[in-house]
């Protein structure tokens, strides 16, 4: 983390397939699997942040999703059963596909879903960056409803999708894990960090205003657009967190009591 230097958001480089996409999206899941690694047996059913999901549940989802990406016909059959199944889950055909990726690895073992997870990582960081040029302005559109937290976006790109979505999904589910079985997950620059600008740059970009903005620990920085504006200082984290909904800028983790600044962090991203 370097607090002494103030970069300006529009000089920041987006995490795209051809910038670092790929390098981020590996070392996501290099550092999750490490996690994992570390996790003794009664750790695999601590309940996490996500309702109805314990830490087994969570990487379940990982590994579908993961093969979601790395195949077309995979994403598209799960795609399916989410539509199908919406009314399920509030009309949010996400959720209803992201049970299914539940339920189809429920069977596994802690050992088995460590071994999938890192056997299906480069596969789908090779099939999601190999979406071919012209279906990458195809509009993904985000149900409302069922987990979809207020203020996210209706939309957004499907290379977006692929190059940095699934990437930041499962970087905050490694995190979810750490919290919620305690164990040590120290953020780094090289990822945790590239993580996090980005998200800087695309919040920015949402809201349009004029901020500096500091988020402390080892991920974080100082950033701003334009000049004036609102101040938010927080941990960098915890920015994200609220951003996917995890958490409100009006808790008192947050740290945050300014109004301005309290409305800003309410226009939020997917993770």
Known sequence: MDLDTERSVDQLTRITRDTDAREVALGAYARLAELLERLEPQHWEAPTECPDWDVAAMVGH???????????RESLRQQWHGKRHAARFGGNSLDGANDLQVREHAALT???????LREV????VAGRLGL???LRRVPVPLDAGGSTATGMPSS??????MDVVYTRDVWLHTIDIARATSVAHEPEPQVDGRIVEDVVAEWASRHGEPFTLVLDGPAGGRFRQGSGGTDLHLEAIEF???LSGRAEPTDASSGVHDTAARRLLLARLVF
């Open 62 to 72: 990982l590994i579908g999703a993961g093969e979601a990406g790395a195949s077309l």
């Open 110 to 116: 802690p050992g088995e879903r460590i071994a999938a």
């Open 121 to 124: 990582a480069p596969r789908a």
């Open 132 to 134: 071919p040029r012209p």
């Open 156 to 161: 957004f790109p499907l290379g977006q999708l």
């Open 240 to 242: 994200c967190r609220i």
